[in-house]
């Protein structure tokens, strides 16, 4: 019997959930409450520093109250073919801007940068589609339910929200939004084991309908620290099954590497390779992330 990616995650939860391992930061997880946009977290009781890149998954930490993060690619390509078209995408810089509101709480705005799409028929290499220009904003919110100042589970909901400020050719002009579930398992010898549900509602490609799509991830990452206690290296698995007949299934197969320069500073790359035929076939990128 074929188990759905969200099956296989729930599963994973429940297995990793089954164990409980004895570590130093499940005791009880400091007050910090007080502390507000308008009355920062001191320095000395900010958590670590946790990007979200520069894997697809989301993590369930929130920015310290009253302190600002970017995130940011410096440089992102993908290829896709499929049905007999070829398609070369870049972009320049797509800054993600967190804030954090309350302790559990932070407010995040995605603008895409300068993009180019260009897209070639496989036989006669006619260009039949192109765009270029700044891509479409998002606005999200994470709230942090659970372990956000330590344990080893953590929990987070993260609704969002697409404005449709891309320029021609680039974005599909009309209003979306989702939410998701991220969610972090810390596991024995320093692995820690990320898992996703996400349920979007997006506009149809042919018609003004809707349709509904639901995004599963699972993603393992642990230090790589017989080259530095520094550097940390990613694997993850990317689903996304849609309710629109001609929305074919993505399935990646995802390889990062993030490199902390200094306590609040990580430099990453990653690569993503297609699993099917509708995926892009190869996402190279590189960014940077840092907290202020």
């Known amino acids: 019997m074929r188990r759905s990616p969200l099956r296989i995650g729930v599963l994973l939860l429940m297995a990793s959930s089954a164990t409980k391992y004895v570590r130093a930061d499940d005791a009880s997880p400091p007050d910090k409450s007080m502390y507000s946009l308008f009355n920062p977290t001191p320095n000395d009781a900010m958590r670590a520093f946790e990007p979200e890149r520069p894997s697809k998954i989301l993590n369930p930490f929130?920015?310290?109250?009253?302190?600002?993060?970017?995130?940011?690619?410096?440089?992102?390509?993908?290829?896709?073919?499929?049905?007999?078209?070829?398609?070369?995408?870049?972009?320049?810089?797509?800054?993600?801007?967190?804030?954090?509101?309350?302790?559990?709480?932070?407010?995040?705005?995605?603008?895409?940068?300068?993009?180019?799409?260009?897209?070639?028929?496989?036989?006669?290499?006619?260009?039949?589609?192109?765009?270029?220009?700044?891509?479409?904003?998002?606005?999200?919110?994470?709230?942090?339910?659970?372990?956000?100042?330590?344990?080893?589970?953590?929990?987070?909901?993260?609704?969002?929200?697409?404005?449709?400020?891309?320029?021609?050719?680039?974005?599909?002009?009309?209003?979306?939004?989702?939410?998701?579930?991220?969610?972090?398992?810390?596991?024995?010898?320093?692995?820690?084991?990320?898992?996703?549900?996400?349920?979007?509602?997006?506009?149809?490609?042919?018609?003004?309908?809707?349709?509904?799509?639901?995004?599963?991830?699972a993603n393992l990452s642990h230090p790589v620290s017989f080259i530095s206690k520094d550097l940390t290296a990613s694997i993850e698995f990317y689903s996304a099954l849609a309710t629109d007949a001609y929305t074919p299934p993505v399935y990646t197969l995802d390889l990062g590497l993030a490199y902390m320069v200094v306590p609040n500073v990580q430099l990453d790359a990653g690569a993503n390779f297609g699993l099917t035929k509708a995926s892009p076939n190869l996402n190279l990128y590189t960014g940077v992330s840092a907290r202020f």
Do not use: C
């Open 62 to 217: 929130t920015v310290d109250a009253g302190h600002f993060q970017i995130e940011s690619d410096f440089y992102n390509s993908i290829h896709t073919n499929y049905s007999g078209a070829g398609t070369q995408f870049f972009e320049v810089a797509d800054p993600t801007f967190k804030l954090g509101l309350t302790n559990s709480i932070d407010f995040e705005l995605v603008l895409n940068g300068y993009q180019n799409s260009a897209t070639h028929d496989d036989q006669t290499g006619a260009l039949t589609a192109n765009g270029h220009g700044f891509g479409d904003a998002f606005f999200k919110a994470k709230f942090n339910l659970v372990g956000n100042d330590g344990g080893t589970f953590a929990m987070a909901l993260v609704p969002w929200v697409k404005a449709p400020s891309a320029a021609p050719g680039l974005g599909n002009g009309v209003v979306e939004g989702g939410i998701a579930l991220p969610m972090q398992i810390n596991l024995p010898a320093d692995f820690a084991l990320g898992l996703q549900t996400e349920y979007d509602v997006l506009k149809d490609a042919n018609d003004s309908r809707r349709y509904s799509n639901l995004i599963n991830i």
